[in-house]
């Protein structure tokens, strides 16, 4: 064992914080700091320079990048005769806010974090483990690189924990989840084919989406059906189901 | 000189392709049939197997991950004190259509894609060098993996071609924009702040945009200005404009 490793392991004051990252991840970190920032929620962050705060958001960002890309080039090799779309679709669902959640509390993420539970209300609450899986994918990036990181990811995230064959075969079906959610909540729903805009392709389906008579999500499509989905879609999202 | 790279340069029957490759990227490819598919485009592919193209489009999707994720490092570190929405914003700015179209070809690649102009209508043309280029960042990540692509776009593309800090400063003004757009085309346009759904935060605005008395866009924000910002994005979206 190097002497720097016996180290972190063994003497250093942080030993206690590393031994949890590698029973966590699997190897040993290098910059420890980098992996405290990206377990760090806003609502703990301190201010670092004028309105910047120390929380994992930028680290986010980064890690989100870094995942997307290595998903892309897992995806493209293991399905060499599909096309961009599904590609596309699947890298979404696999990188989904409710997938990565449910990966981060698998991983006992919810240990790890730290953030104040009285400044948040419960839906954020749960997209905050998803955030920090993808903070700590920007850590691991920063500190060991990118093939670093994209084995890290294929052996012991995607081939133990992700059944990509199984996300492949599940569809996300919006119109029903609205549905759904509009009787839970007594709401109507209707889907409403609408005028094309003058000088659109007339080919163009436009279908607008509301509930209890208000547009909460619009869809243009080349056919009727996939106008609905669309607009099922921005609708969940506008209602944040 | 190492014998195959003086092979390609001088004595293979593609030493002319390898020398117009060479002179565009200032590196000697190695997989030459990867940089010919990012150039194809799929309205002169062929049929590999059952429905799926030679053509490069799921390069494009491979490209774009990787040229996102290396934006996304370049800018984290460009920009220590900004958080992950300047990041995400100036991002996008980067890798928009119109300026990867501009610089695909500002780089010459209408000399080098391969395409059946017939197939084609103007606008689509438009974005086909700058899908074509992010094919060939697709191309040059499997011919020479993640740190090598990297570099190439730090040092031949970022450095040499984009304007960082101006970009910086060109605000995407997506308000005025649809405003003029409607102008232009004779239409009424008004933002109006409508009710929030039952259960939701009531910090939230929810602005819906409206042409002609359609709703063509909706966002939802912490204050009134951003609530309309977005609405009017979605809007240009709807719109295409």
């Known amino acids: 064992m190097p002497i720097s490793r016996f180290y972190k392991l063994y003497l250093s004051p942080n030993r206690k914080y590393v031994k949890v990252l590698k029973n966590l991840l ?3 970190p290098g910059n420890l700091s980098l992996y405290r920032l990206a377990f ?3 609502s703990v962050a301190q201010n670092v320079k004028k309105g910047v705060k120390n929380s994992n ?3 986010e960002f980064l890690g989100d990048a870094v995942l997307g890309s290595v998903i892309a080039e897992v995806l493209f090799k293991l399905y060499p005769y599909e096309d961009e779309g599904f590609l596309t679709e699947l890298r979404s669902k696999i990188v989904s806010r409710v997938n990565l959640n449910q990966l981060a509390r698998k991983l006992g993420f919810d240990k790890l974090i730290e953030f104040d539970s009285r400044a948040l209300n419960s839906s954020r609450q749960g997209s905050l483990l998803g955030d920090a899986f993808e903070a700590l994918i920007g850590a691991i990036y920063l500190d060991k690189g990118y093939d670093f990181t994209k084995k890290f990811l294929i052996n012991n995230i995607i081939k133990t ?3 990509i064959r199984k996300l492949e075969q599940t569809e996300t079906n919006f119109k029903s989840k609205l549905i759904e959610w509009c009787q839970r909540h ?3 729903i209707s889907f409403d ?3 094309n805009l003058d000088g659109e392709n007339v080919k163009l389906f436009t279908v607008q989406a509301s509930v209890d008579g208000e547009a909460v999500g619009m869809g243009k499509e080349f056919s009727k059906k ?3 989905k669309l607009a099922a879609e921005k609708a969940c999202e506008t209602l944040g189901i």
Chains 1, 2 share one sequence.
Do not use: C, Q, Y
Request: glycine content about 4%.
């Open 26 to 28: 699997g190897f040993v």
């Open 40 to 42: 760090r929620h806003k």
């Open 57 to 59: 958001e930028r680290l």
């Open 161 to 163: 924990h992700i059944d």
């Open 186 to 188: 007594s709401k109507d």
């Open 193 to 195: 084919l609408i005028n």
């Open 226 to 228: 996939n106008a609905e």
